[in-house]
């Protein structure tokens, strides 16, 4: 991985950080959050983490919406560490 992608990975996990720690308060399926997603999507061979953290993004429930978008994230940085 060249070092700009580095970068822009690292800056999409801050963004994605930050709308977990936030999505307990409300939803968090902002532009920034889909630009963050759409920036790792190609480090991360199965997209479910993806898919969930989005889904869980603009869920009802502010609990299960920070539940599910916490457990996103930890499965992205997973695999994420795993293709560096």
Known sequence: MSCHQRIIIDLSLHILRA???GSGKGKVDTIE????????????????????????????????????????????????ELSA
Do not use: Y
């Open 33 to 80: 959050v889909r630009l963050a997603l759409r920036c790792v999507i190609a480090h991360c061979p199965e997209r479910w983490s993806l898919d969930m953290f989005w889904n869980s993004a603009g869920g009802d429930h502010a609990i299960g919406r920070n539940q599910d978008c916490a457990a996103a994230l930890n499965a992205m940085v997973r695999e994420l």
């Open 19 to 21: 709308a977990s720690a």
